[in-house]
């Protein structure tokens, strides 16, 4: 495909986007109809979506219009691409740009357009994160690096990066966390590698992994991982421990590659019903990786900028409240429940856990820590509240 075809796709599937077919949906029913692209230019095309989804405000003024065209035509404009080389019209291109649109779009307007945020969250994002806003907004339209979690029960950092080499996938060491590798080169191979399928690297981001690295796990000890999903932080813990681990969430369907993933990690977890959690326990340690905005991944899911509303998060608010003081009532004296999130906004952060230990007596904050994504990771945030009875 030419680049002018691969922006014509990217055009077609974002109006779908906006016509209300989750992005994703749109890609894949795209890729099923185009079978003469080829995986780079499915992979370009994309990044094209993906950077709009990420850029859609700032990409729709300086396009003058919230129309796939539009967004392709203000990240062409952005980029300071060659127009009529693009919206060339010969055969699968975008059609020549009229009189109209070569005197559309404007520059965005200072504030949410410009940084790329929805009006209404702008005093929430702002008040997180203070003198920060504008940078973490900015790297927030940017694509997301990708990072590896080095299972060191198999292999050591250095040696996993050497095995990643030989098959093609250039890492460095990140600085976060003592397992994270950054993909530099190769990433789009990491799923058929050897080191993947033999359980030596996992995909995870670098703040997931500081904030694991962060927990107080030792051997022996009995930990639950309450909102387990997929098990990205399960698995990360029990490479770190000899740790007696069991598995629960509220939608067991969403553990479902948990047992495969184990496996592969060569670890053991035991998979807990909710009716199951009381009679299982106490634990030493229970992990709540909430349901939450999602807002320090916003560079990997961009349409959660835009699908979260005041409703949606005030629920998701209610529900992380539940969560910590169910899991509160399984932590055996002494133990610690670890409260994560990867949102930026303090409303899901600081402020639960404030009200958590308000409302309950005999709990203290230990530690907490966040990350803003400045420092090359996602945003995440961790708080580790102690037991005292
Ligand atoms: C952020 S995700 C967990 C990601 C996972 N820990 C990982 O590292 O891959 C949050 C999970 O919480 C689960 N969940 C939502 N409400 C819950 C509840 N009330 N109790 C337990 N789990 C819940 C969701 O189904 C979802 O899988």
């Not at 399984?330 to 230990?357: R, W």
């Amino acid at each position: 495909m030419t680049p002018a075809a691969r922006v014509q796709a990217a055009i077609e599937i974002l109006d779908e986007y906006l016509a209300g077919k989750p992005a994703e949906q749109a890609l894949t029913g795209w890729a099923r109809r185009s079978r003469y692209a080829g995986s780079g230019d499915r992979a370009a095309v994309r990044d094209h979506v993906f950077d709009a989804l990420r850029n859609t405000r700032s990409f729709a003024a300086v396009g003058g219009a919230m129309t796939g065209r539009g967004l392709m035509l203000g990240a062409a404009r952005l980029a300071e691409q060659d127009l009529d080389t693009l919206f060339s019209g010969a055969t699968y291109a975008p059609t020549p740009l009229s009189p109209a649109e070569r005197d559309s779009g404007h520059p965005p307007k200072p504030g949410a357009e410009a940084l790329d945020l929805p009006d209404w969250l702008m005093g929430d994002f702002s008040g997180s994160l203070g003198d920060n806003a504008e940078a973490v907004a900015e790297v927030l339209k940017q694509r997301a690096p990708v990072h590896l979690r080095v299972n060191t029960a198999k292999m050591t950092r250095s040696a996993a990066q050497g095995l990643l080499r030989e098959e093609g996938i250039t890492c460095v060491p990140h600085a976060a966390a003592d397992t994270a590798l950054e993909v530099k080169e190769g990433a789009r191979r990491i799923r058929n590698s050897q080191a993947y399928r033999d359980g030596v690297v996992e995909l995870q981001d670098a703040a997931s992994q500081a904030a694991v690295q962060m927990l107080p796990l030792r051997d022996g000890m009995r930990v639950l991982d309450f909102c387990a999903g997929g098990g990205g932080k399960a698995l990360a813990m029990a490479a770190r421990a000899g740790i007696e681990l069991y598995a629960h969430d509220a939608d067991p369907a969403r553990m479902s590659d948990l047992p495969k993933r184990a496996a592969r990690a060569g670890i053991e977890v035991k998979i807990l019903k909710s009716g199951d959690l009381q009679p299982a326990g106490p634990f030493d340690l229970v992990l709540c990786d909430v349901p939450c905005s999602g807002s320090g991944t916003w560079r990997r899911a961009p349409h959660g900028k835009w699908s979260l509303t005041p409703e949606t998060l005030d629920r998701l608010r209610n529900s992380q409240a539940q969560i910590l003081c169910e899991a509160a009532d399984i932590v055996a004296p002494n133990g610690v429940l670890a409260y994560m999130t990867c949102s930026l906004l303090e409303v899901e952060n600081d402020a639960q856990v404030s009200v958590f230990t308000e409302k309950t007596r005999n709990w203290v904050l230990q530690s907490k820590r966040s990350w803003s994504l400045l420092d090359g990771t996602d945003g995440f945030f961790t708080a580790h509240l102690k037991r005292l009875d």
